[in-house]
Structures are given as structure tokens and as C-alpha cells.
């Protein structure tokens, strides 16, 4: 793009319209949190962030079926955006719900109006990432939001576990964004444009004809992944996960094990199918080998945690295993060949879909819990299913979902990456991930066996119960636990709602000078 | 019709769910009430169906839904209703009713009357399902079901641990047969790509059309047969119908007298067009037949307790209809099915009734005389007792009397039908001995009861209003089979196993040979004979023949009455003495022949050996070993992999920089031009 000839042409507002629309919710929220009084703020706000995110989640469905730029190219409003800002919506409403009780209560009152403020930017951010059409536009998303998400850490701030969980999180996010913005950097450097259909183009020039392929290249895409792998968590840059997770708050451990992870997928989905697409016979196996060592590890390291948080930290890390796989099945040009379930990337996006539903609840009970006095020790579960039935059966709903166990959503996710590997000949991918569920049903199962066969501990040794009425709360745990129960029945609905996504690859085909 | 046929079944499963889930706790003494009128129901239905069958002479077909549809493999719940199955609606349908009558009185006072009367519609649903299924995995299901019901009515009195095993006895042996009948399935569905045996694209169309290998069809056979081996008692799965007579006498009555047993027969009779075509099969269900009749029989002469005689009675009459399956007497099996359902549930009524009116005293060298306390149950008793000994003119002459002239036709070997009859005749002879037996310690001869403790008394009319009926039946089933072969029965069933075109055809070009009505019997076997098979090679069974074997088999019942007479009533013989005098022979039919001493030593002995070792050597010392092993290790590994987490910051970077010099270090070698 010839930056010394811009045509001033109007920005087409309408393709940017959930963006848009939460950002205005976000401008709201510090409004109100500047001007509305004290008492009313509560109700206001969390009206207005899940207003706000409703009606962004509603105009989706006017977006869809869209295929169009605007901003230069910056921004694009394609099937990948759709379904992209659809997770990033939903988990974003369910985090409000599980946040609002908790933030209000606990970790010493603290500033209620700047936490929502905070939640909407940082969502805002990982909307823009979803709808990037531009390296630059990634980068400024993740930033937003993570910049968001770090303050969001260190919420809890007079305790130590938080802070501390924050300062690293923060210290080795920026160190990973200097490797992602070096890496683009080497991008714009061989193909001379930041525009990922450009990329695109001049990337395809660079490897044409050439069995090895040049350096330069090779090193912009290890340092795309390494950064962008940070924000997934993926082994081995994953060391900030169960440190930040177990400090932060637990509403926000829930946020953040969801949305920024989907931001960095949406960025390597846009980055590395969009851009660097064709050099997928490269990427593939690097992406698989992450895989394979982030879904062992985070297995693995979950066996011997006996605190849920950092358990449900490790399985987060495990599950962008998981997913990582989706990816990795990727082929380029033959994107709408499956027959059996879905393509790569479409799994990879249900699967995010399915997490948001699984890993927000089982994090939603551990903070119902704590509003009721209790800690996220594995022993705190114990009895649960005496004192506490209809959180436990919740609960075990969560864990057996995460374990992949039909009909839950899990299982499908589970299923739909499994023949994706397949059909991609990656067939020691799919028995990995069968062996590690195996695994992993270990650690999970021992939170159900906990709460249904535990010795409920005695009522008067422990801390007096405290009654809270947390209505927001429930209704995400109802939510989540019919979402989990349902979802998974009507996959093939969401999945060709997902395969919508592979209109994103339709406009670069048409810039001449590509494929 | 066609479209109601659902509603038979489906009466006494309402009846069953009913009394299980409103009536258990609402009025549990009344529950009989509701499952009688259920049955009674289902009965007048079949009425309907075989006046409509009887008037159109075609089948009535009624599909339900589909089943089960994966890949090729396609199933519907279907209905089928011909003339086989219009006789075993009546038969099931008007004896499960009179049992439930019986039961309302027998089963007075018990504290779980709901429960029993739960199960016995239930059991009467699967009955029907199973003889009302047109295809083979319905068949299956209502096989299994009765076999479910069989199981937890045996074991109704469950506090008694004796009726807890035979009700494990008896659903472990029959599952040796379905997995026979299993494999059976599976074969026929390999072999022509459906389970359905009705239709254009049926089973059986298929065989008789298209032609399909002897041997696969031999195969089949076999494999059916084994199930009925299982379901029907012949040897030597046998062992369990005697030990089922732990159950309610209704039950032994209605399930191991008149219904369920007589399921394998049913299906063998329903897959006559296969088995036609399988010589080699059908020569060893005679074989197996004729001896499971004289096994049971000879068993039978020994046993002191009424209702085990009864049961060995009914071993050795299932084997005579697995005889006249094998030897081809189709409609002579049914025959002989029906009337046997009605007189021998009139007996095991009728044991019921003696029983009750001795104080649940069961042992016959307990009894005598009592012909003066309980009139019409001796009555009734003496009509069916007529009736299994085969005496003219009762239904049980006429059918036992076809068989035996059936198999004395068949030569599947040389010579070999003529033994098959002899041996039947033989049976027959032991068969009159032992019920007179019965009749004479348990009726007459000298009060050998404690008079201080009993006071035998007549049964209430609820009880002996089905005897009355049941006995009436025995008497007067056999006029449907009069003349011999030809009877209104024969003319009714036989569309069924020869076909409507069969019938016309081959009756008129066989008859200018044999110029009598026989050849509609043994049209079939005569081409047969003529292909070189030699089935039934006999083109004709002669009117001459008949007589003669009604004859032999006439005075064969009688000296057979006569000497139980002798021994019993005369007491010409001291039978004790001549026991001690004959100890090991007298031993070995005491002790069944020692089956179940030799099963338990060789099968159940060794078995209970190899669990005991799978599970303490293999599952607990092996497979639990190894898991805790891989457990103990995973934890390890876990263990170390945690240390990675120093929870220095420092040190997380350091693992980001070593993990993209790595990634890069290895990619740089691997694919890029750095290095060529």
C-alpha cells in the first residue's frame, strides 16, 4: 500500500458495527463511572456492559455473510470476524456474569466501575484482532487488550499472589511482544507491505520456485509463532500461565484464560492462514510439534496440582494443545475438502467456542465457592456434594466436559479436531490427544471424585458460611451448564457457521498478483 | 386388522408398567385385576386376527418403525401375522389368560402380589412380541424377554436361596443357547442381506427363489437349532426346566409348560423353509428330539416330587415336537404344541392345586387318596394325565400319534426312521407308566399324610374353573385333528409350510400317485426324494399305516397304564425292594442321568477355577499392577516436570529466548537455503 497516496475515501462504518458498538460501551462505562452516584453504580454498570455486549453479539447477525473492507484494508468484515467476535462475545458476557457478585464483595471492594472499564477495552482489543486485516491492526488489538488484562491481574491488589502474578504476566507479555512486532517487522521487510493479503502476495513470489526456502522468511514466521504463542500459552512460552492465573482474581482468571487466548488464535489464524498460507507445509508441523509438547506438558504438570486454579491453569495450557492441533491441520487450497467433520480451522474455532462454555464455568463454581467463604483447594471441594449439590453437579458437568466425554460440548470439540488431524495424515496427532484425555481424566475426575465421595468437612470447625445472594452468578452457571449439555447436539449447526470462515481467503484471491 | 395388531402386545406391557408403577403402591392386592383384563383383552384381539386369517387366508403385516439403520444393516419393528402365528396368538393369549384367573387365587396373600403380577404381563408381552415378529432380530428381542421374565420369576420367592439359583441356572444355560441363536442371526444376515423374513425381499423368498448353498443353510439351521436347544430344554441344556419349578406353580404352568419353552419350536416351525433345504440339520433335530423324549421320560419314572415329575413330563414331550420338526411333520409339531400347552398346563394347574390343598406339601410318597378331598382337580388331573399318555380320543393321541407315523416315514439314513419311531414308542410307553404313577401314589391307595398336621380341601373355584376349562380343551383339541393329517387344523396351518401355490399344484400332480390326501403332507419331500436328498423320502404315509400306528401306539399307552396299575395299585411289585435290588441303575435315573453332577465337575467346577485365577493373578496382581505402576511413574514424570516452574520470572524468559533459539536452530537446518 502506497502510503504517500491515500485516497480519502469514508471509512464504511457499518462493517466495524460490534466493534464499534462496544467501544461505545466502554466510552459509557468511564462516563458512568465518573458521573453516576455510588449506590446506583453497580446495577448500571453491569447493565450497561451486558447491554453492550448484547447488542454487539445481536448485529453479528447482520455482519454475517458480509465479505468487504474498510480503513484502508486495516480492518475486514469476513466469516473469520463473524465467528471469531461470536466467542469473543459470548465469553465476554459470561465473564460479566461470573465477575459482577464477586468484584462487588470481595478482594476489598475494589473500584468496580474501572474493572468493567478495563474488561470492555481489553474486549474491544480482541474484537479488533478477530477483524484485522493488517499486521499493524493485530498488533495495536493484542496490545489493548493485553495491556487490559494485565491491570485486570493485579486487581486484587493487596494481595501479593496477584500483584506478583501481574509483574510477570506483564514483564514477559512485553518481552513477547518485542519478538511478535520483531517478527512482523521481517515480515513487512520481505514482502514490503503490513496489509496481510500483501503479505500474502509477496511471500508467495519469495517461495516460488525453490525447494528451501529463504532464511528471512523462515525466521519472520518462527518469530510470528513464538510471539503469538505467548498469548496462547503454548509450551514452551507458557511460564506466565499458572503463576498469573493463580494470583489473579478468579473471575478474571476465567476472562483471561479465554479471550486473550482467543485474540492470539484469531491473530495466528489471521497471520499464518491468511498471510502466510502458503507456506503451510512449513508452519503445519511446526504448529503440530507446539502441539504435541504443550497438550504432554500441561497434562502432565496438571497430575500433581492439588490447588483447582493452577490444575485448571495447567489444563488451560493443555487444551491449547488441543486446539494448536485444529491449526495444524490446516492445508492450504484445499480448504473445504472434509467430508467427515470439519476443516482445521473450523475446529479450531468450535473447540474455542466449547472451551469458553467449559473453562469460564469450572472457574465460575470456584468463585461461587469463595463468595461462600470456601478456597480452591482440592480439599475445600470435599463433600461438596453434600453441602453444596447443585454447584457440585455443576462442576462435574465442567470437568467431564473438559475430559471430552459425550454428548457433553467437549467431546465434539474433542471429535471435530480429532478428524481434522486425521484427514490431514496426522494421525499420531489424534492419538496423542486421545492418550492425553486418558490422561487428563485423571486430574479431573479427581476433582468429581473429591466433592461426591469426600469427607464433607465439619461445619463448626470451619469458617462460618457466609450468605450471599449472587443471582448474575447463577444464571451464568445455568447457562454454561445447559450450554455444555446442548451445544455439542447441535455442532453441525455451529460448524457451518464456522466454515463461513474461509471467506477471509476469498478477497485475496481476487487482488491480482496472488495465487 | 392389520393396523391394531400393535394393540396385542402392547395390553399387557401397559398392564406390566401399570402394576409396576400406580398399582404397587395404590392397591397392590388388586393388581391382579388389571393384568387379567390386559390379557383378556389381548386374547379377544386375537380372536379378531385369526377370524379375519381364517376368512382372507393371507398375513397380516403391520410396521411400526424402523429400528436400527446403520450402513447396510436395516431393521424395522414389525408385526407379522400368518397362520402359525394366529394359533400360538390363541394358544398364548387363551392360556396366559386362564393362568392369570388361576394366580388371582393361588397368589392370594402374598406381600409381593404386585410384583408377580407385574412380571406376568410383562412376560406375556414378550411372548407376543417374539411369536409376532417378522423379522429375526424382533424374534431376538422377544426371546431375551421371556428369558428376562423367565429369570425373575423363577426367582420370585427370592429370600429362598434355592429359587435364587435356579433362576441364575436357568438364564445362564439358556444363554448358551442364544449365543448360538445369536450367531444364527448374524449368519442369515451375511447370507441374504436381511433379517426379515417376510416379504418379497424376505429370508425365505430368498430360498425358495434364489437358491442358496445346502451347506450355509445346513449352517443356519444348526445355529437356530442350538438356540432352541437352549429355550425348548432338549439335551443337553435340559438340566435347567427342572430347577425352574422353584418358581410359582403359574409360572411353571404358563412359561415352563404352555409358552416360553415352546418358543424353540416356534422359531424352528417359523424357519421351515430354511431347514427344508438343510437334511443334514434337520436328521440331528430328530435324533436330539427322540432322545431328550426318552431322557425326560426316564427320568421322570423316578422323581417323588409332583412338580418335578411334571417338568421331566414336559423335557421329554419338547422333545417330541423337536422330533416332528426333524422328521418334517410340521403342522403335527404345532399340533402337538398346542395340545400339550393345554394339558399340560392343566396339570402343572393341577399340581398347583394339590400342593395348595396338602400345605405347599410336594413330595407324591406324602400323599395318596386324595381323589375323595379334591374331586375335581383329580378329575381334571386324571383327563390331562389321559391326555400325555396319548389315550384315544384325547388331544395328546392324536398329535403324538402323527409324529411317531412321521418319523417311522423318514429315512434320512437307512432304517433310521423306523428306530426313530420304535424309540418314540418305547417313550411313549415309559411316558403312560409314569403319569399313572403320579395318579395312583398322589389320588388313591392309602392316606400316607399326617392327619394331625394336613387337612387337604378342594381349591376355590377361581383355581379350579381354569382346570375345568383346560381339561375340556384336552379333551376336545384332538377333534381338529381328526382324520389323522387331515384335520381342520392341518387344512388351516398348512399354507404356511407349503405354500398357497405349492398346495394346489403339487396336491393334484403327487395325488394321481399316491391317490390319497397324504401327499399334501409330503409334496415337498417327495421332490425332495427325487432330487437325491432323501428328507422324507416315504412319498406317502397310507391310510393303512396310520391305522396300524394308532393301534400300536393305543396298546403301547395302555400296558404302559396297566403296569403302573400293577405296581402301584396292586402292588404286585415291591418297588422298593426292586430299587435296592437294582441301586445303581435306579441311582442313575434318580440322579437325572448325573448331568448336573458332571456339568458341575467338568464345566462348572473348572470355570469357577479360571474366574478365580483371572481375577486374583491377571486383574488384581497384573492388569492393577501395571496401572498402579504407570500411575506411580506419570506421577514421577509430573513430579519433575513441575520443577520447571521455578516462579522466577527470569527464568520463564530464559525458556521463551532457549525455546526460539531452538525452534529457529532446527528450522534454519532443516528447511532453509542458510545452509546448502
Known amino acids: 500500500m502506497d502510503l504517500f497516496n491515500l485516497n480519502f475515501e469514508h471509512p464504511d462504518w457499518a462493517l466495524i458495527l460490534p466493534q464499534l458498538i462496544v467501544f461505545l460501551t466502554a466510552i459509557a462505562l468511564v462516563l458512568g463511572d465518573a458521573f453516576l452516584p455510588e449506590r446506583s453504580k453497580f446495577n448500571a454498570l453491569t447493565g450497561i456492559s451486558l447491554v453492550g455486549y448484547g447488542a454487539a453479539l445481536a448485529s453479528l447477525y447482520w455482519q454475517r455473510g458480509k465479505d468487504d473492507m474498510t480503513f484502508q484494508g486495516s480492518f475486514r468484515a469476513d466469516g473469520l470476524t463473524v465467528f471469531l467476535s461470536l466467542i469473543i462475545l459470548i465469553a465476554a458476557i459470561l465473564s460479566v456474569l461470573v465477575s459482577a457478585n464477586y468484584i462487588e464483595y470481595f478482594e476489598d471492594r475494589v473500584p468496580l466501575g474501572e474493572y468493567y472499564i478495563l474488561l470492555a477495552f481489553s474486549v474491544v482489543g480482541a474484537l479488533l484482532v478477530a477483524g484485522a486485516g493488517d499486521m499493524i491492526m493485530i498488533f495495536i488489538g493484542l496490545e489493548l487488550s493485553s495491556l487490559a488484562t494485565y491491570v485486570l491481574t493485579a486487581y486484587a491488589r493487596r494481595r501479593v499472589e496477584s500483584v506478583e502474578g501481574a509483574l510477570k504476566y506483564f514483564l514477559l507479555g512485553i518481552f513477547a511482544s518485542a519478538i511478535l512486532l520483531y517478527g512482523m517487522a521481517w515480515a513487512y521487510g520481505l514482502s514490503g507491505s503490513t496489509d496481510l493479503d500483501g503479505i500474502r502476495a509477496g511471500i508467495s513470489e519469495a517461495v516460488a520456485g525453490s525447494d528451501y526456502m529463504e532464511a528471512s522468511v523462515l525466521l519472520a514466521l518462527l518469530l510470528l509463532v513464538v510471539g503469538l504463542g505467548f498469548k496462547i500459552a503454548a509450551v514452551p512460552f507458557h511460564m506466565w500461565t499458572p503463576d498469573a492465573y493463580e494470583g489473579a482474581p478468579t473471575p478474571v482468571s476465567a476472562y483471561m484464560s479465554v479471550i486473550p487466548k482467543a485474540a492470539g488464535f484469531a491473530a495466528l489464524i489471521r497471520i499464518l492462514v491468511q498471510a502466510l498460507g502458503p507456506l503451510s507445509d512449513d508452519w503445519t508441523w511446526l504448529i503440530a510439534g507446539l502441539a504435541l509438547i504443550t497438550m504432554a506438558l500441561g497434562n502432565f504438570v496438571a497430575l500433581s496440582q492439588r490447588n483447582v486454579k493452577r490444575m485448571l491453569a495447567y489444563s488451560s495450557i493443555a487444551h491449547t494443545g488441543y486446539m494448536m492441533v485444529g491449526l495444524a491441520a490446516y492445508q492450504d487450497g484445499s480448504v473445504l475438502g472434509s467430508q467427515l467433520g470439519a476443516d482445521g480451522v473450523t475446529a479450531l474455532m468450535y473447540y474455542m467456542l466449547a472451551y469458553a462454555f467449559m473453562n469460564i464455568g469450572a472457574f465460575a463454581v470456584l468463585a461461587w465457592l469463595q463468595e461462600r467463604g470456601k478456597g480452591v483447594m482440592l480439599d475445600d471441594l470435599s463433600g461438596l456434594a453434600g453441602t453444596h449439590p447443585l454447584a457440585a453437579v455443576s462442576m462435574a458437568v465442567f470437568m467431564i466436559s473438559l475430559m471430552g466425554i459425550p454428548p457433553l460440548i467437549g467431546f465434539y470439540a474433542k471429535y471435530y479436531v480429532i478428524v481434522a488431524a486425521i484427514e490431514a495424515d496426522m494421525l499420531w496427532l489424534a492419538i496423542a490427544i486421545v492418550l492425553m484425555s486418558a490422561l487428563s481424566a485423571y486430574f479431573y475426575l479427581r476433582v468429581v471424585f473429591v466433592m461426591y465421595f469426600g469427607q464433607a468437612p465439619d461445619a463448626s470447625t470451619s469458617a462460618p458460611a457466609r450468605t450471599v445472594a449472587t443471582p448474575l452468578l447463577n444464571a451464568a452457571l445455568v447457562i454454561m451448564v445447559v450450554g455444555n449439555l446442548a451445544l455439542g447436539l447441535f455442532s453441525q449447526g455451529i460448524i457451518d457457521l464456522g466454515e463461513e470462515w474461509n471467506t477471509a481467503l476469498t478477497l485475496a484471491s481476487n487482488i491480482p498478483g496472488v495465487n | ?676
Open chain 2, 1 to 676: 386388522m392389520a393396523e391394531y395388531l400393535f394393540l396385542i402386545p402392547l395390553l399387557p406391557l401397559l398392564a406390566s408398567a401399570f402394576n409396576l408403577l400406580v398399582a404397587r403402591t395404590a392397591f397392590p392386592d388388586r393388581a391382579n385385576v388389571v393384568a387379567t383384563l390386559a390379557v383378556f383383552g389381548s386374547f379377544l384381539l386375537s380372536v379378531l386376527v385369526f377370524r379375519e386369517i381364517y376368512n382372507d387366508e393371507h398375513a397380516l403385516h403391520q410396521t411400526i418403525s424402523t429400528w436400527i439403520e446403520s450402513g447396510s444393516f436395516s431393521t424395522s419393528i414389525g408385526l407379522y401375522a400368518d397362520q402359525l402365528t394366529a394359533v400360538m396368538l390363541l394358544m398364548v393369549t387363551f392360556v396366559s389368560t386362564l393362568v392369570h384367573i388361576y394366580a388371582s387365587g393361588y397368589m392370594k396373600g402374598d406381600p409381593s402380589f404386585y410384583r408377580f403380577f407385574s412380571w406376568l404381563p410383562l412376560f406375556v408381552f414378550a411372548m407376543l412380541v417374539l411369536v409376532m415378529a417378522d423379522n429375526y432380530l424382533l424374534i431376538f428381542f422377544g426371546w431375551e424377554g421371556v428369558g428376562l421374565c423367565s429369570y425373575l420369576l423363577i426367582g420370585f420367592y427370592h429370600r429362598r436361596r434355592s429359587a435364587g439359583n435356579a433362576a441364575k441356572k436357568a438364564f445362564i444355560v439358556n444363554r448358551i443357547g442364544d449365543f448360538g441363536f445369536g450367531l444364527g442371526i448374524m449368519l442369515i444376515f451375511t447370507t441374504f442381506g436381511t433379517l426379515s423374513f417376510a416379504g418379497d425381499q424376505g429370508v425365505f423368498h430368498q430360498v425358495t427363489e434364489l437358491g442358496v448353498s445346502e451347506r450355509t443353510l445346513t449352517w443356519i439351521a444348526l445355529l437356530l437349532f442350538t438356540g432352541a436347544i437352549g429355550k425348548s430344554a432338549q439335551f443337553p441344556l435340559h438340566v435347567w426346566l427342572p430347577d425352574a419349578m422353584e418358581g410359582p406353580t403359574p409360572v411353571s404352568a404358563l412359561i415352563h409348560a404352555a409358552t416360553m419353552v415352546t418358543a424353540g419350536i416356534y422359531l424352528l416351525a417359523r424357519s421351515s423353509p430354511i431347514l427344508r433345504e438343510a437334511g443334514d440339520a434337520m436328521m440331528v433335530i430328530a435324533i436330539v428330539g427322540a432322545f431328550t423324549a426318552f431322557l425326560g421320560a426316564s427320568i421322570a419314572t423316578v422323581q417323588n416330587d409332583i412338580k418335578r415329575v411334571v417338568a421331566y413330563s414336559t423335557v421329554s414331550q419338547l422333545g417330541y415336537m423337536a422330533l416332528a420338526i426333524g422328521v418334517g411333520a410340521w403342522v403335527s409339531a404345532i399340533f402337538h404344541l398346542v395340545a400339550h400347552a393345554f394339558f399340560k398346563a392343566c396339570l402343572f394347574l393341577g399340581s398347583g392345586s394339590v400342593i395348595h390343598g396338602m400345605h405347599e406339601e410336594q413330595n407324591i410318597q406324602k400323599m395318596g387318596g386324595l381323589r375323595k378331598y379334591m374331586p375335581i382337580t383329580f378329575w381334571t388331573f386324571l383327563i390331562a394325565s389321559l391326555a400325555n399318555a396319548g389315550v384315544v380320543p384325547l388331544a395328546g393321541f392324536w398329535s403324538k400319534d402323527e409324529i411317531i407315523t412321521g418319523a417311522w416315514a423318514s429315512n434320512y439314513l437307512p432304517g433310521l426312521g423306523n428306530y426313530l419311531a420304535i424309540f418314540a414308542l418305547i417313550t411313549a410307553l415309559i411316558t403312560a407308566y409314569y403319569m399313572f404313577r403320579l395318579i395312583f401314589l398322589t389320588f388313591f391307595g392309602e392316606e400316607r399324610f399326617d392327619h394331625h398336621h394336613v387337612h387337604p380341601h378342594e381349591s376355590p373355584k377361581v383355581m379350579t374353573l381354569p382346570l375345568v376349562i383346560l381339561a375340556a380343551f384336552a379333551i376336545g383339541f384332538g377333534a381338529l385333528g381328526f382324520p389323522p393329517d387331515e384335520g381342520r387344523f392341518h387344512d388351516f396351518l398348512n399354507p404356511v409350510f407349503y405354500g398357497e401355490s405349492h398346495h394346489d399344484e403339487e396336491a393334484t400332480e403327487v395325488a394321481g400317485v399316491a391317490s390319497d390326501g397324504s401327499a399334501v403332507l409330503f409334496s415337498t419331500a417327495a421332490e425332495e426324494g427325487e432330487a437325491g436328498h432323501g428328507i422324507h423320502g416315504h412319498p406317502t404315509i397310507t391310510d393303512e399305516l396310520k391305522l396300524n400306528m394308532g393301534i400300536v401306539s393305543t396298546v403301547v399307552a395302555l400296558s404302559g397304564i396297566l403296569i403302573a396299575f400293577l405296581i402301584y395299585q396292586k402292588k404286585r411289585v415291591d418297588v422298593v425292594r426292586f430299587a435296592s435290588e437294582h441301586e445303581g441303575f435306579y441311582n442313575f435315573l434318580y440322579n437325572k442321568w448325573y448331568f448336573d453332577d458332571v456339568y458341575d465337575r467338568y464345566i462348572v467346577f473348572p470355570l469357577r477355577r479360571l474366574s478365580a485365577w483371572l481375577w486374583q493373578k491377571v486383574d488384581v496382581g497384573g492388569i492393577d499392577g501395571l496401572l498402579l505402576w504407570i500411575v506411580g511413574a506419570l506421577t514421577w514424570i509430573s513430579g519433575q516436570l513441575r520443577r520447571l516452574q521455578t516462579g522466577l520470572v527470569s527464568n520463564y524468559a530464559l525458556a521463551i529466548a532457549l525455546g526460539m533459539v531452538v525452534l529457529v536452530g532446527f528450522y534454519f537446518a532443516a528447511f532453509s537455503d542458510l545452509f546448502r
